[in-house]
């Protein structure tokens, strides 16, 4: 019995040691940057009411395959043409599928591998029951109380602005790029971006572009968002997860409800819709967000940074914690989330079919057929079709490479604007989609982040109510596109 207990004393001893000589393997945070300059002046009140010029063209994606009003995006093309002159004047404008444009900007060594820089033009629709909640009307364009307001001030006008304000700025100072960049605003990224990005993608591989750096909307600047990390951290997307839409079309005899089939359509879809909720999709701490955490080991608490620094042995326990919240557990698994259901047209009449859409965001690892595949098993129901929805389904995104010199030029950057601060850089897998999943066929260099800083609440503006962006904020993500490509000749 001692022996027994001398044994699991030595065990536990051994393992405290190997948890506590990881933990303090884990390397120091990087060091704090030095206050670099910015490459050009921004008057923010100037640049603010530029924004605001072009949060008026109500240039929103409905639907796939809904009416488009071409006159808005047309607007916006010829507004942004005549705002920034030198940058109309200089780089060479391309209309790609219309409503798409494509900006060429030859660099001194047109040899050297491309920059590539991605926003997109398309908003989302507004609800009309929300418009009452809105402080200020969506396509106003109002400047007050220090933001700019609108639909697409978060989400994407303001990179496709910010962009524009840096080259306008870089020109009027003679700059010139060491390296061709590309600047590529697709018009249909809100719903999956299969006419726009995907088109500008397939132009610029016909044309041999091997980008040394694809750059599109995704991470962010925020505070309080990662448990242990008190301060402000930036977090850059480094992959993104997989869309699909099935169709689940449950089938059966019709006639009147005085006398029902045992087997009715509805009956046999809500069946099927309920399986699928109580047999998500296995968890894993794998991928992109094992990553995050191992990022996120310098910067922890002792306490937090043991765990983080021995996620061999620690992983289910994190897992468990994680999957607590809907933001945790959409990081570990595949989500599924039903959508929409039809069924019947009248209270005393069986209907000959029943329909429902359900949502899945796949994480990397599994692909459109498995899951597919997965979810017609758990159904496991003849009744019940499975099909999918459209065409606007894609498998989750490779992941870039953290060892490039294009992640280190972006975290570089970011860095330098937060001088004497240990900012926190970090890489993380994008839930949402975006038009940089075009380049993940072709690319390990593909990136995501806008270098806005968020405060309380505005992640629950993007896509909602009283969107808006600070004025000084608008101005800090000028200054990054402007320290970034004044930076690509590091590439
Ligand atoms: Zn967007």
């Known amino acids: 019995m001692k022996k027994l207990l001398a044994l699991i004393g030595l065990v536990v001893l051994l393992l405290a040691g190997i948890l506590v000589v990881r933990t303090l393997r884990v390397p120091a945070p990087a060091p704090a940057a030095l206050a670099g300059s910015s490459p050009i002046t921004v008057d923010e009140a100037a640049a603010a009411g530029r924004l605001a010029g072009a949060v008026r063209f109500a240039t929103v994606s409905f639907g796939s395959g809904a009416p488009i009003d071409t006159a808005a995006f047309l ?28 900006y060429t900007w030859h660099g001194i060594d047109t040899t050297l591998a491309p920059v590539v820089l991605m926003g997109h033009l398309d908003v989302v629709p507004v609800p009309k029951p929300n418009l009452p909640e809105w402080t200020h009307q969506p396509f106003s364009g109002d400047v007050a109380d220090g933001f700019v307001w609108g639909r697409g001030t978060l989400d994407d006008k303001t990179t496709v602005l910010s962009i524009f304000e840096a080259i306008e700025g870089l020109l009027a100072k003679g700059f010139r790029p060491a ?20 088109a500008i993608v397939a132009l610029l591989v016909s044309r041999g572009v091997k980008p040394a750096l694809v750059l599109d909307e995704g991470g962010f600047m925020t505070k309080g968002l990662l448990p242990g990390l008190n301060g402000r951290t930036a977090i850059i997307g480094i992959a993104e997860k997989g869309y699909l839409s099935l169709k689940l079309r449950a089938v059966a005899q019709g006639g009147h409800s005085s006398m029902p089939t045992g087997r009715t359509a509805v009956g046999a879809l809500s069946r099927a819709v309920a399986a699928l909720e109580a047999d998500p999709f296995p968890s894993s701490l794998g991928g992109p967000t094992r990553g995050t955490l191992e990022a996120m080991a310098p910067y922890a608490p002792f306490l937090q940074r043991i765990v983080m620094a021995n996620l061999w042995l620690t992983a289910p326990l994190v897992e468990r914690s994680m999957s607590r919240l809907p933001l945790g557990a959409a990081l570990l698994h595949t989500t599924t989330s039903p959508t929409m259901l039809t069924a019947g047209v009248k209270d005393n009449v069986l209907p ?99 270098a806005v800083p968020l405060g309380d609440g505005d992640l629950a503006r993007v896509h909602g109510v009283n969107e808006r962006i600070a004025v000084s904020g608008y101005a800090t993500s000028v200054s990054f596109f402007a320290r970034l490509l004044a930076g690509i000749d590091r590439l």
């Open 352 to 450: 000959p079919e029943a329909t429902a859409v359900v949502n899945f965001r796949i994480i990397s690892g599994e692909t459109v057929a498995s899951v597919t595949d997965r979810v017609r098993r758990v159904i496991n129901d003849s009744q019940v079709v499975v099909e999918p929805l459209d065409s606007a389904h894609v498998d989750p995104s490779p992941v870039s490479d953290l060892n490039s010199s294009a992640y280190r030029l972006i975290s570089e950057t970011i860095r330098g604007m937060a001088p004497g601060e240990q900012l926190p850089v970090l890489p993380y897998l994008v839930m949402g989609g975006t038009d940089a999943k075009f380049w993940g066929a072709h690319t390990d260099r593909a990136f995501r982040f806008l």
């Open 75 to 102: 607007g916006l093309h010829q507004y942004l043409a005549t705002t920034f002159p030198l940058t109309r004047s200089t780089l060479v404008r391309e209309t790609v599928a219309g409503l798409s444009l494509l």
């Open 179 to 198: 390296r061709t960049v590309y600047l590529t605003f697709g018009h249909d990224e809100e719903v999956g971006g299969l006419y726009g990005a995907r």
